[in-house]
């Protein structure tokens, strides 16, 4: 899932997983005085942690809200949406739920594919029998896109969604295309009216097709990237990211994403209501 994002579309300001550590988030630096005249709090988006490196796949212990525990998980730690991948499986046949920088089944039982050469639910190995192996939510399975969505808001969450640059080979090739980009468009398109959901890539030319495709659904400026602390496993102290999280805090940002979501959550009482 990727960290860094800014500057995409106004609409979506209508409108962060790691791991219980030492000392109260609320303690730290110590709370305001006072609660006269405080800000509004941000809405708060989840996003799984991911080892950084070249090989963070190695380390990876699948803490991304992809999956249903995770996506529960984030609900309880305070989060008010969760931030998520979207991944092609063979030909664009089925939108499914699944991040890795390698686009591969590492964090999944079988053997390690790519995840654009196998089938969702056809063949030896496809995605849809496959568990995940390690980490927090071991045994939870891949979901398609549109199964994600239906937790998502049942749970009373807002969506955004990546769309991995990854699919790319598959959405701009003209044997495929049109299939893929349905899976993609009609899950959302059909959510539209009744559920909060956003979009966005941090490939170009995916982005510029969801901008002709999905225009009102844009991330734009929202889900603000708010932690300094580098990813890794095991995982870092939330305490890193005090100085960060006030320096953006002091933005009156209308909603911000973190990998801390409990943490973060905890340390914004008294600064914000």
């Known amino acids: 899932m990727t960290k860094t994002m800014a500057g995409l579309s106004a609409a979506a300001a209508v409108l962060a997983c790691g791991a219980v550590?030492?000392?109260?988030?609320?303690?730290a630096s110590g709370v305001p005085a006072g609660t006269a005249a405080l800000p509004k709090c941000p809405l708060v988006f989840g996003h799984g942690g991911y080892p950084e490196g070249a090989n963070g796949w190695a380390k990876d212990q699948v803490r991304q809200p992809n999956n249903l525990r995770g996506v529960d998980n984030q609900k309880a730690w305070g989060a008010d949406g969760v931030e998520a991948d979207v991944q092609l499986t063979r030909e664009g046949t089925k939108a499914v739920m699944w991040h890795n920088n390698n686009t591969t089944t590492s964090g999944l039982t079988g053997g390690q594919q790519k995840i654009t050469d196998i089938w969702w639910a056809n063949g030896a190995g496809n995605l849809s029998s496959r568990r995940i192996d390690r980490g927090p939510y071991k045994g939870e399975q891949v979901y398609s896109l549109r199964q994600w969505l239906d937790h998502v808001r049942s749970q009373?969450?807002?969506a955004l969604l990546e769309i991995k640059p990854e699919t790319k080979s598959i959405l701009s090739d003209s044997r495929y295309a049109a299939k893929a980009w349905k899976e993609i468009s009609d899950p959302i398109a059909e959510r539209q009216g009744w559920q909060r959901i956003m979009v966005y890539s941090t490939?170009?030319?995916?982005?510029?097709e969801l901008a002709k495709r999905h225009p009102t659904l844009l991330k734009g400026a929202a889900a603000r990237w708010t932690d300094s602390v580098r990813w890794n496993e095991p995982v870092p102290s939330w305490s890193g990211n005090v100085s960060q999280w006030a320096a953006v805090l002091a933005h009156a940002p209308q909603s911000v994403m973190t990998n801390y979501t409990r943490e973060y959550r905890a340390w914004l009482r008294g600064r914000c209501q």
Not at 21 to 27: I, R, T
Not at 203 to 208: A, L, R
């Open 21 to 27: 550590v030492s000392a109260s988030p609320a303690a």
């Open 203 to 208: 490939d170009s030319w995916i982005q510029g």
């Open 156 to 158: 009373g969450l807002i």
